[in-house]
């Protein structure tokens, strides 16, 4: 098999880094790729948001398939062009995709099928419609503008003051562009929040060994919102009663919805929940795997991840082939200084190859860059050192071993990745 990879952050080169262990696969392209994916695979420069300048590229290459990373691809219909000409891929249509590319859209969608989640207030067009609809609302109430914004959409306002200033920060001045056209206004939910992510071909489907992220830049969950800064998995995360009540109220009526609506969805599907007193509840709808908790599920994978991702896009999707090996991952992302803000970049990187020396780590590479001899720095995430091992612990300890023999100037990162690990309860345990 000859594999087309769209993408260069950390969870591209986690799916590389997998893919190539696949004695079917003879060749990996990925684009634009990085500093460590240009060590296991082709990397080729193009746009990744740009669905005909990937057009153009598939019809050169003749990728047996392609597997797409990054949710603007989707939302810009990737999807459609490829299946369209009878090219696999995995990825969702630009119809499904609308689940994470309007946020409108996806509250329409689960309130249509009666899953749960936040009560809805409203979507506006204006600001002063929003900012009325505030009146009489129980705080907190959460805002969000409708369209892609890299997590910079949601806001959860504990009061009147805050929720007008970000209402009108978003729809007047634009700070997130079109995105902000349209915002919703829903109800704040409180709990713990759970990342549930599924594969399917648009009938049959899988779920993957449940994660959580780390949102906030430092430890105690302090400081600014990031992409993410590490994230864990653990069977104990999901207790098999919990796992069945999101299966049952949440997974089925989606994949029945989808199904009902004519929407084909084949590829990734991650579920942000919270878990409330009164049951799981849909956050959000991802189009596409997280990062980084692909690196942590990555990991753990005990399956061929190309045959299992080529019978996908047949639409053949087989749920048993997906073996994990039991246990538990981490993932501790390496950040530049001043990241989430604006960061330093160009930085030489130091240690890479004395992780080597450390049992079962793997370093994937998110914002690299190779510059001769030397990996620099070339994105705010710069490093996701990953371990797959008997307990959380051990997992923890070998990566945090790993990460400091890593150095480049302005480094940070959490020290507190998998730290909370208390159990998570369905409702009425
Ligand atoms: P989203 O992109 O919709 O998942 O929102 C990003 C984050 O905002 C979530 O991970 C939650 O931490 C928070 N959030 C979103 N919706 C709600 C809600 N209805 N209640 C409380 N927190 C929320």
């Known amino acids: 098999m000859k594999i087309l990879v769209i993408g260069g952050g950390g969870r591209e080169h986690a799916l590389v880094w997998k893919l190539k262990q696949s004695p079917r696969v003879e060749k990996i392209w990925c684009v634009p790729g990085n500093g460590g994916i240009d060590s296991e695979a082709e990397c080729l420069p193009a746009d990744p948001a740009d669905v005909q300048e990937l057009v153009a590229l598939a019809k050169r290459l003749k990728p047996d398939l392609t597997i797409v990373g990054p949710e603007l691809p989707l939302v810009n219909g990737i999807g459609d062009a490829f299946r369209g000409r009878g090219w696999p891929i995995v990825g969702p249509s630009q119809r499904a995709a609308q689940l994470e590319g309007s946020k409108i859209f996806s509250k329409q969608f689960l309130e249509r099928h009666h899953i749960p989640t936040a009560q809805t207030y409203g979507a506006f067009e204006n600001a002063r419609d929003a900012v009325q609809a505030l009146s009489g609302l129980k705080w907190p109430v959460v805002i969000k ?8 959409g949601v806001f959860v306002a504990q009061d009147a003051a805050s929720a007008e200033d970000f209402i009108h920060r978003v729809m007047d001045m634009n700070e997130v562009g079109a995105a902000g056209k349209r915002v919703l206004l829903e109800e704040g939910l409180e709990g713990e929040e759970l990342s549930f992510i599924v594969v399917t071909d648009g009938q049959r489907y899988a779920p993957l060994v449940p994660t959580r992220d780390h949102k906030r ?57 919270m878990l409330t007193g009164a049951g799981p509840k849909v956050l959000e709808f991802n189009c596409r795997l997280g990062d980084p908790e692909t690196q942590a599920i990555i990991v753990r994978m005990d399956f061929d991840l190309a045959q299992v991702l ?53 370093v994937f590479h998110a914002g690299t860059l190779r510059k001769g001899e030397s990996i620099v720095t070339n994105g705010g995430r710069v490093l996701g050192v990953t371990s797959a091992d008997d307990s959380l612990e051990r997992a923890l300890a070998n990566v945090y071993e790993a990460a400091a023999k890593i150095n480049f100037e302005g480094m940070h990162y959490r020290k507190d990745i998998g730290a909370e690990t208390g159990r998570v309860h369905a409702a009425g345990d």
């Open 145 to 152: 503008a409708d369209g892609l914004c890299a997590g910079k």
């Open 217 to 273: 830049a430092f430890d105690g969950n302090r400081g600014p919102n990031t992409g993410g800064m590490g994230a864990y998995s653990t069977d104990e995360l999901l207790p098999a009663k919990l796992r069945q009540q999101i299966a049952d109220s949440i997974v089925e009526p989606t994949m029945r919805g989808l199904a009902a609506e004519g929407i084909l969805y084949q590829g990734f599907l991650y579920i942000g929940l």
């Open 310 to 362: 080529a019978e996908l896009a047949a639409g053949a999707l087989e749920p048993a082939r997906l073996k994990w090996t039991s246990g538990a991952s981490a993932c501790v992302v390496l950040a530049s200084g001043g990241y989430p803000g604006k960061f330093m970049s160009g930085r030489k990187i130091a240690g890479l190859t004395d992780t080597a020396s450390v049992n079962g780590v793997q």
